[in-house]
């Protein structure tokens, strides 16, 4: 059974960058799109992007000046990286697979503060 | 973008009932529709793909149909373990999208 878990850190200085990885047991990086998606406290789901471990992907408009995503089949983990992140970015990040998401973390907590 | 609109934002029901929950694309996304499960603390479930495809493991209950702009999940009969927030999204075109999400209370 394929199993997804975030790590990285849970507080985050305004102006810095956010680091997490994703860490895939079960299976292969080297299959799926692997996507990461976040969630504001007591808000909605907003898509960040995907990656491909060919290093093809896409990235959201909103963030896309800010955020890389990346695939290390060395380790089978995929990370995010969000640049000078604001209050606006704190939220729960989820790792998940597929277009159809059919597999998710758990989830990590991130909060921007000082 | 494309916009992914659902109705009602809450929706109070009770054990045993019927419920339909109703997703609107603001263009055409064929039936690139999925449909998840989300409780309190907990990441969100895949219920539905491809606007009508059940997942393994997911409940016969719970139904998808639609296509193009209109999509609905329906809960045939509501059991307890069903009171959560239920959200859509699109995958025909990125951004992959998501709808408000709809929160089905105990009445």
């Known amino acids: 059974q394929v199993q997804l878990q975030e790590s990285g850190p849970g507080l985050v200085k305004p102006s810095e960058t956010l680091s997490l990885t994703c860490t895939v047991s079960g299976g292969s990086v080297t299959s799926y799109y692997w996507n990461w998606i976040r969630q504001p406290p007591g808000k909605g789901l907003e898509w960040i992007g995907y990656m491909y471990h060919s290093g093809s992907g896409n990235y959201n408009p909103s963030l896309r000046n800010r955020v890389t995503i990346s695939v290390d089949t060395s380790k089978n983990q995929f990370s995010l990286m969000l640049s000078s992140v604001t209050a606006a970015d704190t939220a729960v990040y989820y790792c998940a697979r597929g277009n159809a998401l059919d597999m998710w973390g758990q989830g990590t907590m991130v909060t921007v503060s000082s | ?107």
């Open chain 2, 1 to 107: 973008d494309i916009q992914m609109t659902q109705s009602p934002s809450t929706l109070s029901a009770s054990v045993g009932d019927r419920v339909t929950i109703t997703c609107r694309a603001s263009q055409s996304i064929t039936s690139w529709l999925a449909w998840y499960q989300q409780k309190p603390g907990k990441a969100p479930k895949l219920l539905i793909y491809k606007a009508s495809s059940l997942e393994s493991g997911v409940p016969s209950r719970f139904s998808g149909s639609g296509s193009q702009t209109e999509f609905t999940l329906t809960i045939s009969s509501l059991q307890p373990d069903d009171f959560a927030t239920y959200y859509c999204q699109q995958y025909n075109t990125y951004p992959l999208t998501f709808g408000g999400g709809t929160k089905v209370e105990i009445k």
